[in-house]
Structures are given as C-alpha cells and as structure tokens.
C-alpha cells in the first residue's frame, strides 16, 4: 500500500462517521471565532435550545470591525453601529456560552489567524476551522485548518463536527534558493500567478521542497495564507524543528513531558517517501523578483522590473476582457513600468504580513528614512502582542520618525469594514492579501507586495526594486 500524505494523516485521525456516497464527518479539534460571522451561529443555537458542545476547544477574539485607533476603556470604541453590534454581540454570546474572548482591551486580541499560532492553539495535526477564509494560515504548523460558513459555525459549535467532502491533494514543490530582497509574499503571488487563482480548486495544497524547509514559521504563515486566493481548501506544510521550536513554552502548547509526547506524535505527520499527491507542481524561486500586482486579482501579478500588461496582448479572449476592466478600475495604462505607478497610501498589515518578522523587515528598509511628501502610511501590528514585542524593540519609533502611522491591531485597511479606507481613486500598496475591486474602500485601488516592499514604497512614493535600494534590506 502507497503511503500516506500529511493531509490523509491528519483527515483520517479525524473521520467519526463515514458513510459511502456522503461527506465524512470530521472531528473539529480547535475552533476560533469572530464577531462578523458568528451572530448569527449562536442566535441559531439559542432558537434550538443548545449549548455550545467544546466551549474549551472554542475561542474569539475581535479583529474585523475594530477601530485601530487608541482604545480607552469606558469611551465608545466606534460611532459605527453596525460594528458597536457585532463586538457587544460577541461578547454577549461568548458570556452566555462560556467562551473565552480576547476583546479589544484584552493583551491576547489580535487578528483571529495571528493570535491562533501565537498562543499556541495552532499545532501539527489539529483540524481547525473558523469562520473566515484565510483559517489556511494555520496550515502552516501542518494542522488541517480551512474556513467555513456561518451555517457551518453554528455546526460546530453545537457538535464538534463538521460533515466534509474529502479534497483533493495537490503538491506545491518550491525549489531553488530564495534571493536577497525576495520574500515569503513574493513566492505565493508568484505561486498564484503561475498557477491562477482557480489552479488549486477543490484540492488541499502541501508546500514542499527546499524554499519551504528554510522558511521560518511566520513566512510559512505567510505562504499558507493565501492558499484561498489560488481557490485551495487550505494549505499545509509538514511540522519540523523549526514547528516544534516556535511551540515550545506558548500558552496553549503542551508542557514537559507532555510536549515531548506531543512531538513524538506531530514527529509521524511528514508525507511519507511513497505517498501520491493527485497533482504536482514544481516552482524555482531562483530567478524569481519581487512581485507586485497591477489587476484585481491577486493571479493579476508580475515583477517589479516589469510592466503593467497590454489586454490586446493575451490570446484568451475571457483574460482579455478582465485585464481591460481590471486596467480601467485601476486607472493604469499598459505598458506603464510598475517602477513609474505612484502611490497614496501605504498599508504595512493584515493576517498576511503584520507579525514581528514583518515589521522587522519593513523597519529594516524604513530607518533612518522618511516617507515620501503626499503619501500616507501605516503600520498594523496584527496583534497587540506582537504590537508590544515591536514596541519592545524600538520598531514603532522607527516607523514613527519617518512619518507612519503606528496603530492598535486589527484588520484594518485589509478590508473596508472598520474605518481605515482608501478613499475613491486613492492607489495603496498592501501587504494584505486581495486587490478586489472596493476590498479597501469603495474605489480604492490596492497592489498587493511584500512588507519590504510595501516600506520601500513609502520612502520613494512609488513602486521601486527593493533589492537595488539597499543592501541592508537584503540582509
Ligand atoms: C469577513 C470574513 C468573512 C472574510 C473572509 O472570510 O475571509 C474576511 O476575513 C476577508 O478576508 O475577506
Ligand atoms: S486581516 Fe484581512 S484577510 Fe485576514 S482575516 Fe482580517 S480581513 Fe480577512
């Protein structure tokens, strides 16, 4: 018999029903949960009179809809009713229920996919859903993690389980030696530019190869993150020492003795030598430049050294088609260098890019710099832990002479459901993670890059090549 993948392994350890024809029914090992897509969930468990079965294996936190601005305990934290709702909700439903809430003032609250990994909740092997598309990230420690509906929240919530379609396996083999300058974010929107945002539908990826056993945990979150914008279930990558090490001593993580056995069981999930993914794909990072995207969609990607596409250029006719009217929102013309597009905004955040390695890196260009006149910046730290550690370290001054804005966590500008939004026709480059039309604000025009990008391009006030502007930043 042919061996086993990490995703077999883990998706089989957690099959409780099985019934030809149907969906499996998979055991949920860790839930997490926020204010936007739970409402509803837990109004549907009040209706049918049910408790929530795990409340110690479910957690929440607050992270879409929360102003980044200063928080003072006993003032309205937002004039937006809507928001005001969903947080007083969370924290109504958490209470009645007996689930632990990271709010707003909490040291722990952080965006639902930062926070997972940082207390330690994520490890190898677990199934994790929450309700939120980009749960992949947690893939990342080689836990079986993808989003789910606020149906299927409420499925969970009372059960513990959740019925599934077994996914396919498909393998992402990331070859080469990744070049000074060249991020984490650079080897997915290139991933996703190859293979488009539909080349990994209906199938789990796993990341394998060399770039991805040299990554540290935070770019192996970064990577698995957009799992989602290739059309993936979710992604995974095998547990290793760098796993382990990043676990050990975290609040949630087993202890002593118990993390030794925990290691020896997360020690087995590795796809084995003789296991067969349905699809393979292999990627060289050797040659790859830093990416930057011109279209409003993240597979609308290409190399900083080149140039905003001619639509007339692309055969199909249905790429045709989008490329004009992704130009004609973005307000580009083809042919246009990247290096020449001049930005407004600048966004160094969302559960892509906004943990300690993240601001690091960005620092590393930004010191000792200033932004360019007319552009206006910000720094998200993803969770008020790594807000803290950042602080720690001196980062906010850094960002903060040079003239960014330095900001409580959240979502934030990822998404246009709390206050920080562009403005119609304002041009921002984003560490986060879609460039959809109005993802920012209505209007708003987004190019999705790496943090040393997005930094590099605040100095300048346009798009430059990060691996020309200083050697530090390839350090
Ligand atoms: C609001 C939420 C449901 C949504 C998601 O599922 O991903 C958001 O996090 C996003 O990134 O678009
Ligand atoms: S940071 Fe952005 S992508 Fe991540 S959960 Fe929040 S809105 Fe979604």
Redesign the pocket.
């Known amino acids: 018999m042919a061996g086993k993948t990490l995703f077999e392994k883990v998706w089989e350890e957690h099959v409780v029903v099985e019934e030809p024809g149907r969906p499996d029914l998979l055991y949920i090992d860790l839930h997490l949960v926020?204010e936007v897509t739970s409402p509803q969930a837990f109004e549907g468990l009040r209706l049918a009179g049910r408790r929530v079965r795990r409340p110690d294996l479910t957690f929440a936190t607050m992270?879409?809809n929360v102003p980044t601005t200063p928080r003072v305990p006993g003032e309205a934290l937002t004039s937006d009713p809507i928001a005001a709702r969903q947080m007083e909700t969370l924290a109504a439903n958490c209470r009645e229920f007996g689930i632990t809430l990271w709010d707003v003032f909490s040291g722990e609250q952080g965006?639902?996919?930062v926070i997972g990994p940082q207390l330690g909740l994520t490890q190898p092997g677990k199934t994790i859903v929450c309700g939120?598309?980009?749960t992949a990230?947690h893939g990342a420690f080689g836990a079986l993690a993808f989003g789910i509906g606020t149906t299927e929240v409420e499925h969970v919530l009372a059960t513990q389980t959740l019925p599934q379609a077994k996914p396919r396996t498909m393998e992402i083999w990331v070859d080469g030696q990744l070049p000074p300058g060249v991020a984490a974010k650079d080897v997915i929107l290139g991933i996703i530019g190859r293979i488009g945002t539909d080349g990994a539908t209906g199938h789990v990826i796993e990341y394998r190869g060399p770039v991805i056993r040299s990554l540290t945990m935070e770019e192996r979150m970064t990577i698995c993150?957009m799992s989602i914008e290739a059309g993936a279930r979710a992604g995974m990558i095998a547990p290793d020492a760098e796993t382990f090490a990043y676990l050990e001593g975290r609040l949630y993580a087993p202890k002593g003795a118990a993390f030794e056995r925990a290691v020896s069981a997360w020690e087995k999930l590795p796809t084995d030598a003789d296991a067969r993914f349905d699809r393979r794909v292999v990627i060289d990072v050797a040659t790859l430049a830093p990416q930057v995207t011109w279209g409003t969609s993240p597979g609308m990607v290409t190399d900083v050294t080149g140039r905003v596409p001619d639509p007339d250029q692309l055969p199909a006719p249905d790429a045709r088609r989008a490329a004009e009217r992704a130009l004609e929102y973005m307000g580009l013309e083809p042919g246009t260098p990247i290096q020449e597009i001049r930005l407004d905004r600048v966004f160094i955040?969302?559960?892509?890019n906004?943990r300690l390695e993240d601001l690091r890196s960005a620092a590393r260009v930004v010191r000792g710099r200033k932004v360019a006149p007319g552009v206006r910046a910000m720094v998200v730290p993803?969770s008020q832990w790594v807000k803290h550690q950042a602080e720690q370290e001196g980062l906010d001054r850094i960002f903060k002479e040079a003239g960014f804005e330095w900001r409580e966590s959240?979502?934030?500008m990822?998404?246009g459901?709390n206050p920080d939004i562009l403005q119609p026709g304002e041009r921002c480059a984003s560490t986060?993670?879609?460039n959809f039309e109005g993802r920012q604000g209505r209007g708003g025009r987004t190019h999705l890059v790496s943090p040393v990008m997005a930094a590099a391009a605040a100095i300048h006030g346009h798009f430059v090549d990060v691996r020309e502007i200083d050697a530090a930043v390839s350090a």
């Open positions: 926020h992270d879409h965006i639902v996919h939120d598309s980009h990230t993150n955040g969302s559960c892509t906004s993803g959240g979502c934030s990822c998404l459901m986060s993670n879609r």
